[in-house]
């Protein structure tokens, strides 16, 4: 980047700024936030929703700040009449074309047309007309589209390609009648969508939103025959302070615990105690294919949103995945064997609920394969948001609560376990116990920082009692991708490799709370927190290796005897399935 | 190893030698204006006619087709050149008045005036 | 006496004037009258013939031959000598081996060919498009032959540069500056691209050239490609074309097969190739950037510039887009030089224009004539007028981005920059003449609904605003306009000029502001007095049976609603409730018995 300084002049004020940016970022450091929709540090720019227009002298048009390169000299206004009156009806064109429902809208209060319409000082509309209309998309397992609250500012579809990878969405139609929508306007349900929900975080409007399972919960919430089980994932509590308007990055796991008690949850169990249990699995997995030889790279599994797009993509590294289930779904189905026999409870009255920052586990808590004993393992899945939601509208003082604790065995976790939620994070919880069974000793130094960090594909070497393990690190599904095709042009270059479906880890997962006003969607710094979060609660930690973790070795004990036990890989241990919904090339097919 | 300029007239000569071969000298050549829009206005059937008289045994005429000369609202227009004398075009050309060109101006030098575009 | 019937062109540019063609006009026409010659031989006016410097011009056909520098004193020996005893007059003979204006050589048709200057179109209807002899006889690739041989690419790029010749998609931007700038990008590959997604609504220019004179265009790009560093090019055409398409792909074909596309052309070092692209007919794939998105396989839609494609164009590499008549103006520019090139034309305009000449005019056509030409000239000398004694109401130049001009503009030359002092664009060549029987709200709307619904939905204000700016405007028409009207179209439309991401947002308000510019007494009649001058609004007219009605009952019986009644013989009465304003029985009235009012 270029770093000459040049003189621009913002509305009659001289300032220094770096050459070689946009309008919009020279204004950014002058103190000026220029309002904005369709632009988004983290994609490309778009230019679309001209919200961001300001005047410069010499130029006929309005120039979009978003796009518009700044030059030595350059004198901008942001503020004239004329700017702000053409900026107020771009905002009024918009908010025409939208519906009037913000009261019951599910983003009321949390939306970012709101604001700009109250910023914009809408108090009168101009030129109210007719309305586009297209029915809601209900049918995916994760994400509901409503194309009527879209404003095309295309922030979705740029998520969705550049940084998801996955080219799902895209507008069709032309001008008023434009929408966003998968190929052929299919369905979600049989589209090639991950349900990684990411559109969902950047919509700046309730055009996407995830399933709503809040209602169905609360029902069964209240219903005394049966027996009410929670999880929550490592991420949730890094993030759930922020919909209750706490600073980024404060740990609220005690005061999750005693808010879904106060719910109607009997039982509060923590994932991480699952994602202990995946490490011994998967540590296992990958000591065994390291010993007989393959198939390698052994990959990650935890991801339900990786696990759609790899069956959709990269069918061909089926072997390649390990069979480990999610921790979510390894948890769920010990809930309804080993916990419930322990507790002598019929596995049919027991509700097992999960709390995720992914809207991909809705779609996988609903896969057939990971029934257990004939029943569905986790019943009601519930993002970050929703659960959010269900503790203000329930009434509790989620702020001032007092901090509880697990419940007990299923609650006890390493300092492992809780690092799943960042990208790495896997990779580093499975190196601490690996080298361990590996080498026999203890590794000293145990974090990880090569496969730490933002960096979208971030490689690793650990050496093992003389051997090299080459690890890999992805995280969101296009840096998937690149990896992935580094796999494809290489099959030996790595050994064992994670990958997450979103940016930063579960982190940044799809169910996330919604960026507050005045940050942005997955800003880098928020999600810099919420890892941060993460490592110091596996700092805090006595226990910070999973084979440490003494719950998860009484398990083994009293149920499954060891890793990969037949026990094990009836409860713990699945298997994916190619998945070629339309719009995918079968790899069979023969071009002519 | 001749220049591009050099190999360039040489095509063009070769062109030439090529056209005339196909009866260019011919004393009177014909031109049925064949773009999207005289086919539209029927040139197609022009053409046939004029293709079946030259089967049919038409002698000294070259036929050729050409594009659009912007003559929207006369379309389609047919063309008859003659060594030594002014080019005549006729507009609003059908397989009738087609069939008139060739018994009247091409075997009978007579220009029919109405129909001229002048 | 046996005379030819010659025809006697004079050259009416405006150097041959100054150097006394009004004259010899005079002269010749005395000493025709002398031979007794006035039925024989006829004189026609033309535009500029270009051969300024050796003016003044009389042309004698058949024969073509062009007499320069001609004086009064010479006209007698002419007439006597060459239209008399036939025998043309060696001294005052000039040999010009232009490319262009070759149709003098073959038309008479000069009532409509005088004012008009062939640079573009010089081969269209004189060749067949389908025969590559035909475009090699007339110098065909000869200026492909003379860039790769004889001329550094700098050396080319200069050329076009110096010319004067400037985008004829409608902006005017410098083609050699565009050039210029992506011969200077170090990047490779390059590209060339062919606009030929011609979109305004009854223009056919792109259509018309490609198909009378397809090689043009392949020479014309394969310059532009060894001037630039480009090895392929790509033609983006829409698939509406078929002809068009079909006599392209034969084109190139053709020249591949002469070694004029491919490898190592002419012997040189210089490789090239063309591909075709086919456009699935959006508006908005006319725009640069969307055309690039379209050929590269992504939803058309425009991308905001900085970078422009001859920096970052086709797949991220340095591009050169130009549209078809552009194009083809390139190998007239380097055979006959960009010295000549610029005589032609304005101070800032250089060369001719094609125009698609539509609407109320006698001769409808595809027309090109030198720049500065004004539109009176256009629509009354080469269009002949407006037909059946109606009065000239409107121009509407630059199709749906473009604005309509009232008579007091009618002396407006036409350059890309007096068409936008006058409030319109240059555009891409449409051009429609309307006469008083258009409703100048009804114009408005058509080219609104047109650009709204070719919106390709990427930015706010095109998208969203001209939505609104068409309801409103329907809403006129309809008869339910409200006070204020007007001057939200103004605000819209004002935001929507200057705010939009490309060029179909920024110019979709131009018929609307144009109008309400030059006729908004007619948008203030459709408003606050519920009425339509041209009559053409169905919601603000009505039928009237007057006392002509000899009671036939004709209307009685064609009326789909009932709405007329009346006994026969009995002058009839239409119920105006009931009356759908169909028009039927205005259309069978036979006694002019039923008026619009």
């Known amino acids: 980047m270029d770093t000459k300084k040049i003189t621009i002049t913002i509305n009659d004020k001289q300032y220094k700024v770096d050459a070689g940016q946009t309008i919009m970022q020279a204004a950014d450091t002058c103190g000026y936030r220029i309002p904005r929709l369709c632009y988004h540090p983290k994609l490309s720019v778009e230019g679309a929703c001209r919200v961001c227009i300001v005047q410069v002298e010499g130029m006929k048009s309005f120039v979009a700040s978003c796009c518009y390169p700044v030059a030595d000299g350059m004198k901008i206004y942001t503020n004239t009449k004329e700017i702000r009156q053409a900026r107020r009806d771009i905002v009024e064109l918009l908010v025409d074309n939208h519906p009037e429902d913000c009261h019951t809208c599910e983003r009321d209060g949390n939306c970012e047309l709101q604001r700009l319409v109250y910023s914009m000082g809408i108090r009168h509309r101009h030129f109210t007309g007719a309305r586009k209309h297209y029915e809601k998309d209900l049918s995916g397992a994760s994400v509901i589209r409503d194309p009527d609250k879209c404003i095309l500012c295309g922030r979705c579809v740029r998520m969705c390609s550049e940084i998801q990878g996955v080219h799902c969405l895209g507008q069709a139609y032309r001008g008023f009648n434009t929408v966003v929508m998968p190929a052929y306007n299919m369905p979600f349900a049989e589209s090639v969508c991950s349900c990684c929900g990411q559109c969902i975080n950047v919509c700046p409007t309730a055009a996407f939103v995830e399933k709503n399972h809040t209602q169905e919960l609360f029902e069964k919430l209240n219903d005394r025959s049966v027996v009410k089980v929670a999880q929550f994932a490592p991420s949730v509590r890094a993030a759930i302070g922020e919909a209750f308007g706490l600073p980024v990055g404060r740990n609220m796991e005690g005061q999750l615990v005693a808010a879904l008690r106060r719910l109607g949850f009997d039982y509060v169990f923590d994932t991480q105690f699952s994602a202990d249990l995946t490490i011994m699995e998967e540590g296992s997995e990958l000591l065994e294919r390291l010993q007989s030889g393959g198939p390698l790279p052994l990959i990650t599994s935890c991801s339900s949103a990786w696990m759609k797009y790899m069956e959709q993509f990269y069918p061909e590294f089926i072997e390649n995945i390990s069979t480990c289930k999610s921790p979510m779904s390894m948890a769920s189905a010990l809930f309804k064997t080993y916990w419930a026999e322990k507790m002598k409870l019929d596995p049919k009255k027991l509700l097992s609920v999960a709390v995720m920052c992914c809207t991909a586990k809705k779609y996988e808590a609903a896969r057939p394969e990971l029934e257990v004993q004939g029943l569905r393992a986790t019943d009601i899945v519930v993002t970050t948001r929703e659960a959010a939601w269900m503790i203000k509208s329930a009434g509790i003082d989620f702020v001032n609560i007092r901090p509880e604790k697990f419940d007990t065995p299923l609650g006890l976790s390493s300092g492992a376990g809780t690092i799943f939620g960042v990208t790495g994070g896997v990779m580093e919880a499975a190196i601490r116990t690996a080298y361990e069974l590996y080498t026999g000793e203890t590794l000293i130094d145990i974090e990880v920082n090569d496969i730490r960090g933002l960096k979208g594909v971030k490689e690793g070497r650990v050496v093992m009692d003389g051997q090299e393990l080459r690890v890999a690190v992805a995280h969101g599904l296009g840096n998937a991708h690149q990896l992935m095709e580094m796999v494809r042009a290489d099959r030996n270059r790595f050994q064992f490799i994670e990958i997450m479906g979103c940016p930063g880890g579960c982190i940044g997962g799809g169910g996330q709370p919604y960026a507050t006003a005045n940050s942005i969607p997955l800003d880098e710094e928020c999600l810099k927190c919420r890892a941060q979060a993460l490592y110091d609660l596996d700092r805090s930690k006595t226990i910070r290796r999973s084979h440490d973790n003494p719950d998860v070795q009484r398990l083994y004990r009293e149920f499954l005897g060891r890793p990969l036990s037949e026990k094990s890989h009836e409860l713990l241990h699945t298997h994916y399935h190619a998945k070629t919904p339309r719009g995918i090339v079968s790899p069979n097919l023969k071009v002519v | 190893m001749p220049t591009p300029l050099e190999l360039i007239r040489k095509k063009r000569a070769e062109a030439v030698g090529r056209i005339i071969g196909k009866g260019y000298l011919s004393t009177k050549r014909v031109y049925v204006g064949m773009a999207t829009c005289e086919i539209a206005a029927g040139s197609k059937d022009v053409m046939d006619v004029f293709q079946k008289a030259v089967s049919r045994g038409l002698t000294d005429v070259y036929l050729s087709q050409k594009g659009c000369a912007g003559r929207c609202n006369l379309e389609p227009t047919v063309e008859v050149i003659e060594a030594g004398k002014s080019p005549v075009k006729y507009g609003r050309v059908d397989r009738e008045r087609a069939q008139q060109i060739i018994d009247r101006h091409l075997k009978n030098g007579e220009i029919i005036q109405e129909w001229v575009i002048d | ?597």
């Open chain 3, 1 to 597: 006496m046996n005379v030819t019937p010659y025809r006697i062109i004079l050259c009416d540019g405006t150097a041959c004037i100054n150097s006394g063609a009004r004259a010899l006009a005079t002269a010749l026409r005395e000493q025709l009258e002398r031979h007794g010659l006035t039925e024989q031989v006829t004189i026609g006016l033309s535009g500029c013939l270009g051969m300024c410097d050796k003016g003044p011009i009389l042309v004698v056909n058949p024969g073509y031959t062009i007499y320069g520098r001609v004086t009064e004193k010479d006209i007698p020996e002419i007439v006597q000598e060459h239209l008399v005893k036939g025998q043309p007059i060696a001294r005052l003979a000039i040999q010009e081996d232009h490319l262009y204006n070759r149709f003098f050589r073959v038309f008479g048709d000069a009532k409509f060919f005088g004012k008009q200057m062939r640079i573009t179109l010089r081969n269209c209807g004189i060749i067949d498009p389908e025969n590559i002899d035909d475009y090699l006889s007339l110098r065909g690739y000869e200026a492909l032959a003379k860039a790769v041989g004889e001329m550094t690419p700098e050396q080319v790029v200069a050329e076009v540069e110096k010319s004067g010749l400037r985008g004829r998609g409608g902006a005017g931007f410098p083609t050699g500056r565009k050039w210029k700038l992506t011969a200077a990008e170090k990047a490779t590959p390059k590209y060339v691209i062919c606009n030929a997604d011609e979109g305004d609504p009854g223009a056919f220019m792109d259509r018309s050239a490609i198909e009378g004179d397809p090689h043009t265009v392949v020479e014309g790009m394969a310059i532009g490609a060894y001037a630039i560093g480009a090895s392929q090019g790509f033609i983006y055409i829409r698939a509406e074309y078929p002809l068009a398409i079909r006599r392209i792909r034969r084109a190139i074909d053709d020249a591949r097969a002469h070694g004029l596309l491919g490898q190592n052309i002419l012997g040189s070092n210089f490789s090239f190739d063309i591909e075709i692209r086919l456009g699935a007919g959006a508006f908005v794939c006319g725009e640069e950037t969307a055309l690039i998105h379209s050929v590269e396989g992504a939803r058309g839609m425009p991308r905001p510039r900085p970078p422009y494609p001859a920096v970052a164009g086709l797949y991220g590499q340095p591009t050169v887009i130009n549209n078809v008549e552009t194009w083809a103006n390139i190998p007239v520019i380097i055979l006959d030089g960009a010295n000549w090139f610029r005589t032609v034309g304005t101070e800032t305009s250089k060369g001719t224009k094609v125009f698609a000449l539509a609407g109320k005019v006698v001769n409808t056509g595809l027309i090109e004539v030198p720049m500065g030409t004004t539109l009176r000239e256009i629509i009354y000398d080469v269009g002949g007028g407006i037909p059946s004694g109606k009065c000239f109401k409107s121009v509407q130049t630059g199709g749906p981005s473009g604005g309509c001009l009232p008579e007091q503009y009618l002396d407006t030359p036409i350059d890309y920059e007096s068409l936008v002092k006058a409030g319109s664009i240059m555009g891409s060549g449409g051009m429609i003449v309307i006469d008083e029987d258009s409703c100048m709200v009804d114009v408005a709307r058509f080219f609104l609904e047109f650009t709204q619904d070719e919106s390709c939905g990427k930015c706010t204000p095109c998208r969203e605003g001209t939505k609104r700016m068409l309801e409103i405007l329907t809403r006129i028409t309809d008869g339910k306009g409200q006070p204020g009207d007007i001057e939200k179209l103004e605000r819209l439309g004002g935001m929507i000029r200057k705010s939009s991401l490309c060029g179909l947002g920024q110019s979709a308000p131009n018929p609307v502001l144009s109008t309400i510019k030059n006729f908004r007494p007619e948008y203030e009649e459709h408003i606050h007095e519920k009425k339509c001058r041209a009559k053409v609004c169905k919601s603000l007219l009505h039928y009237e049976i007057i006392e002509k009605c000899v009671g036939c009952g004709a209307c009685r019986r064609v009326c789909p609603v009932g709405a007329i009644t009346g006994a026969a013989k009995s002058r009839h009465t239409i119920d105006q409730d009931k009356c759908v304003r169909c028009g039927l029985c205005f259309n069978t009235c036979k006694f002019e018995a039923i008026a619009k009012a």
